[in-house]
Structure formats: C-alpha cells, structure tokens
C-alpha cells in the first residue's frame, strides 16, 4: 500500500521556519530543566516503593491520611492502573530510628499471639533485618509461614535440618503494610511489587545511564561515518541530540501538570530514550538511503530537490510505519496502566520528533552544509 505517491512538497524551503520552532521548543524546555529541574525515580535517587492492590476500590485521599502520619516523613501516594490500585514512593530506604522499636514489637507480637510464651531471641538486629533464636527446628519452621503469611518478610538463616534461627527483614514496605491493614481491616490487599534502592546504587544506575544515551549516539555516528558521508553522519546525531534534548524539556515542562503521567525519569524512561533513539536513526537512515539512490541516478539535480525528492519519496513509507506504531502506542498509553503509561508517551513523542527531526533537521543541515560549503554531495 502506497500514500502520497505523488506527493511534491518543498519541505526544505521551510526550514528556516522549523528551525525557529526547533530553537523554541529547546528554550522552553531548557528554562523548564534549569527552572523545575528533572524529576528523578527511586531508580535514580534512591527510596523505597510499594505497589498494592486491594480488593475493593479505595480513597486516594484517604490513603494518604493514613502513610503521611506515619513517622517516614514527605510519602508520595497515586492511584495504580484503576480504582483498586495504589503506588506509595517514598526517599527512605531504612526504616527511622524512633520508628524501629515499634516495627520490632509488632513482629514480637505476632509471635506471642501464634505461641504464647514461646521463648524468643533476639540475636542480631540491624535497621534493615532482625535475627531470631528459636528453641527447636519444628517451630522454627511454622514460624516462618505464619510470619510470611502476616507480609513479614521471613526466611531460615540457614537450610540445615537443625536450624533454630530466621531472618526478618524490617523495610519501609513492611511498616506501610502493617499500618494499612489496621487502618483497612475490611478491604484486604496484596501487594504487587516492592522495591528499594540504595542512594549508591541510584547514583550509578544515573552515571550509567547517561553513559547509555551518549555511547549509543556515539556508536551511530562512526556506523554512520562508515555508510555514509561524515556529514550524514554528524547530521544524523545532531538530530538524535535534538529528539532527546527537546524530550527531557517537555519532561521537565509537564511534570505534575498532566493528570495521569508520571514524568519522572527511571530505568523505564532510559530504555524508552534507547528506542526512540533507534527509531529515529531508522527515519533518518531511510531518507539518506533515497539521497544517495536518487544521486546516482540524478546526477545534476541541484541538492535541495534532490532532498526534497527523498523525504517525498519516502513519506508514504514514514507515515505508514509510525501511524502503526503510534497506534500500539495510543492503546499502550490508554490502557497499559501507569507504569507503561510514560513510557509510551515518551516513545510516542520520540517517533514524532524523530521523523520532524528526519526532515528538518538532519536533512536540512545536510542542505545547508552542501550550500554553505559550496561542495557537491558525495557517497
């Protein structure tokens, strides 16, 4: 199937004009990063989340009655892919100080209620784990199960037949859990996903993503070197540093202004830049394919409509591709939940500044640098 086959537009005599509403877009996107700065997940920062689903639909306001009293300080509650589910994101990865004892003693108590008078342990403790001293192995072992079947993290410190000892861990998670359900006791939940990470973890998983991003353009730029023209190739990655810069701007612009879009930057939005950065080498690599067949055939045509005849001639191609992928996009960011939500707006976004970037600017530095130069385009 074939649109726009005889499509004839002077695309790069508007250059100018793209230019100007390129130069736009980056200014208010880079007053929005100095201004609001970007926001940054729990992959990145550091912290502490917790997913949970409960069984009946739930107040989001009331929620966060419930965690911001708590003792763990600023705690960030949203709803979590319908009525039912609910995101709480906090910086802490240990439980406070004066919030340990109070964990440790619903733990203990726990414990006397399923056997009362069992003589107890404690033989290690530390603000993340608690180590237990059990009297024999048999009740080591249903204390573990009744502990796991309370939400408390619980495992044998060792796989020995005749282990007397567990290990529960004490999170943040766990001290969210157990306030919920004694705030909720009628509509029960279980819980999705759990995560924490360490300010040093986030702190490289940061470095090495930005270390991605930029060793992927670099790569492109000698793939293209090789392929092409230096000048194809150098083109083609200021474009690429044009999608993601632009990108980030619009990240930093909307964050907590559209309902529903989380615009924090984690792991998921790394691997959404990743591909939007493929995709939009893959436009730009089918339109310079055009030039350089168009060049061989049409070897005095002046190099604008010689452009101009490659982006037309490759539209139909551009627009069939990216229309089937915004539409898998569409339904992705309408009903993949909220943690697909943001990745697909942001590969959405990214195909759509990647084709405009394929004519406007990769191709029209091409232009200018054939102008400017006064050299005659080669392969």
């Known amino acids: 199937m074939r649109l726009f086959e005889n499509l004839n537009v002077d695309f790069l005599s508007k250059r100018r004009l793209f230019y100007g509403l390129s130069a736009a877009i980056f200014l208010i996107g880079l007053i929005s990063i100095v201004f609001r700065g970007l926001i940054f997940g729990i992959d990145f920062k550091g912290g502490s989340e917790i997913v949970l ?56 108590n726990i414990i006397e209620t399923r056997f009362p008078g069992l003589p107890v342990q404690i033989i290690d403790s530390t603000r993340t784990s608690v180590t237990y001293q059990l009297p024999n192995p048999d009740t080591t072992n249903i204390l573990v199960n009744v502990l796991n079947e309370a939400a408390v993290e619980t495992e ?16 943040i998670a766990d001290w969210i859990k ?76 909307l964050y907590n202004v559209v309902p529903g879009l989380n615009f924090e930057i984690d792991l998921t939005v790394v691997a959404a830049f990743l591909t939007l950065v493929g995709y939009s080498i893959n436009d730009t690599v089918v339109v ?57 707006f942001t590969l959405g976004f990214g195909i759509i500044i990647g084709t405009y970037s394929s004519i406007f600017v990769a191709s029209a530095l091409v232009l200018e640098y054939a102008n400017r130069g006064k050299k005659k385009l080669q392969f």
């Open 178 to 253: 157990e306030n919920l359900r004694e705030r909720m006791p009628d509509n029960p939940f279980t819980v999705l996903k759990e995560e924490s990470v360490g300010p040093k973890i986030g702190a490289e998983l940061k470095e090495n993503a930005v270390v991605a991003v930029l060793f992927s353009l670099l790569v492109i730029l000698v793939y293209l070197g090789f392929r092409f023209k230096f000048i194809f190739a150098a083109a083609a990655v200021i474009a690429l540093f044009h999608d993601v810069l632009i990108t980030l701007g619009i990240f930093a612009l």
């Open 156 to 171: 044998e410190v060792s796989a020995e037949p005749g282990n007397t000892q567990i290990l529960v861990s004490v999170g």
């Open 288 to 344: 310079f394919d055009r030039v350089r067949e168009n060049m061989k055939i049409h070897k005095t045509m002046p190099v604008k409509d010689l452009i101009n005849d490659s982006i037309n001639k490759t539209m139909s191609r551009t627009i069939i591709t990216s229309g089937t992928t915004l539409l898998t996009i569409l339904v992705l960011l309408f009903f993949g939940g909220e943690v697909l939500r943001t990745f697909a």
């Open 53 to 108: 689903q409960f069984e009946q639909p739930v107040d989001i306001a009331e929620v966060r009655g419930y965690v911001e009293n708590i003792g763990l300080g600023n705690v960030e509650v949203k709803t979590f892919g319908g009525e039912t589910g609910i995101l709480i994101r906090t910086e802490l990865q240990a439980i406070p100080e004066e919030i340990y004892p109070r964990v440790l003693e619903s733990i203990n």
